[in-house]
């Protein structure tokens, strides 16, 4: 169904604007889609694409009850409203929301396949409308899936499908760049006619039909790693609380097994006191020793036995010792005539 003459220029302006935002922030020059030049880019594009997607709804433009040759042929790009939408989307950045995010961008990558699927454009196959949940332990088919040794074969069987499948693809997206390079310069001009604008409108649809099914892969794997990781971090589920009856706390308690052993076969060692120290003093003052006598001081260190000697005989002499007063006389008299060496002439001759 054409659109009402007065919205044309409006919508074209919007698509144009989103598809212009959305090829800045894929192919700009910032380091990453994190920067926020990029995201703010990315913010415009979305709403200029969001208002275009209300208008194309409102002018009903597209309905899956007509064939493709019903189509304008400058109707045809606004088919492409939801994959941009669907590739702007997948560029936010915000980790709080990166789930609900993909889902938002699967689904529109996933309702842009579902209508060109719908008017025969392309020859591909429809990817489920929802993410599969990596629990369930079942396949399309409703039977458990395989494991071990026997999932082996059908697994490699799966991944050489799909590298085939990436290849051909590659090929495919080769090959419509190259066709839409040498049309694009007429169409963008004015001077190609309907036949060339819808031929360059059509290898554009498959392009981008090549790019979301790339794009809902890459999704799918990013929100299997996404919820993977949020089970990790949910706290397990406390289980429910069962009536148990209070018990009252336990008192502490002393265990007195060495005690009452040591009572009955002793301690083990002879080492046990029988008497206290007074008694001692009072055992010793019986026995006829003077409680002032001490035991000798051991010598300072570095003292010789003659300097003790010295120190000693001063001693007793400064008491008035006449027994010490006269030996010291004597030892004095007696060094008066005899040299020191005296009598000490043993091998001198």
């Known amino acids: 169904m054409a659109e009402g003459p007065g919205a044309a220029p409006r919508l074209a302006e ?58 304008a042929s400058a109707d045809l790009r606004y088919l492409l409203v939801p994959a941009l939408l669907g590739a ?30 719908s008017y025969g454009i392309g020859d591909f196959q429809l990817p489920p409308a929802a993410a599969r949940s990596p629990s369930s332990g079942e396949e399309d088919g409703g039977s458990p899936s ?12 799966a991944m050489a499908l799909s590298r085939k499948t990436k290849i051909e693809r590659y090929n495919q997206k080769k090959e419509l760049e190259s066709k839409l390079a040498s ?5 963008e001009s004015g001077q190609a006619d309907e036949d060339q604008v819808r031929e360059f409108y059509i290898l554009e649809l498959k392009k981008w039909i090549n790019t979301s099914l790339e794009e809902i892969e890459s999704i799918d794997e990013e929100m299997v790693l996404l919820r993977s990781r949020g089970a990790v971090k949910q706290p397990p589920a406390a289980p429910p609380s069962a009536s148990r009856p209070v ?91 005899h040299f020191r060496g005296y009598g000490n002439r043993q091998n001198m001759g």
């Open 88 to 117: 702007l989307t997948v560029k936010q950045v915000d980790l709080s929301k990166r789930l609900e995010h993909l889902e938002s961008a699967r689904a529109q990558f996933w309702s842009f396949l579902k209508l060109c699927k």
């Open 14 to 71: 919007l698509l144009e604007s989103g598809r212009r935002l959305w090829e800045e922030a894929e192919n700009g020059a910032e380091p990453s889609s994190g920067a926020p030049a990029v995201q703010e880019k990315v913010r415009r594009g979305l709403e200029a694409l969001r208002r275009a997607a209300a208008m194309v709804q409102e002018l009903e433009l597209f309905s899956e009850n007509e064939e493709l040759d019903e189509i």
């Open 183 to 187: 049309l694009r310069t007429s169409v």
């Open 146 to 157: 395989p494991r071990g040794p026997v999932a082996a074969q059908p697994s490699l069987v």
């Open 247 to 337: 018990r009252t706390p336990l008192k502490p308690f002393i265990l007195t097994r060495d005690t009452a052993q040591a009572r009955v076969f002793g301690a083990g060692y002879p080492g046990l006191p029988t008497m206290t120290v007074d008694d001692w003093y009072e055992q010793r003052r019986r026995q006829g020793v003077a409680p002032g006598q001490t035991v000798p001081q051991r010598a300072p260190a570095g003292v010789t036995d003659e300097e003790l000697q010295k120190q000693q005989q001063e001693k007793k002499e400064e008491e008035d010792d006449e027994e010490a007063l006269q030996k010291a006389r004597n030892w004095d008299d007696w060094k008066d005539t």
